[in-house]
């Protein structure tokens, strides 16, 4: 289904790039800071289009659950497709 176009723009949202090294400990929370306006716009947007707030962030709790669930099953993928190319060589 396409995003509406009154939330398309979220889509779009200026983040800025990380500050801190990949593997410092505080990484995770830079990254919280930076994309919760951009999330709240889009919690509110939702609820300008007439949802009800609990039922938005219910939806973005399932929308980022599948997104893990898929990256997770991506990385499996990559690492079973790397086994079978070192037994193959």
Known sequence: MPC???LYFL???DI????VLAGDN????FCQMVI???LQDLV???????W????VLTAIIKVADNLMLAHG???ELDALLKALKRNLE
Do not use: C, F, G, M
């Open 26 to 29: 505080n990484r995770h929370l």
């Open 4 to 6: 509406p176009k009154n």
């Open 36 to 38: 919760e306006i951009p």
């Open 44 to 50: 509110q947007a939702a609820v300008t289009a007439r």
């Open 16 to 19: 800025p790039p990380p500050t």
């Open 52 to 55: 009800d707030e609990p039922e």
């Open 11 to 13: 889509a779009k949202a």
């Open 73 to 75: 099953s991506n990385a």
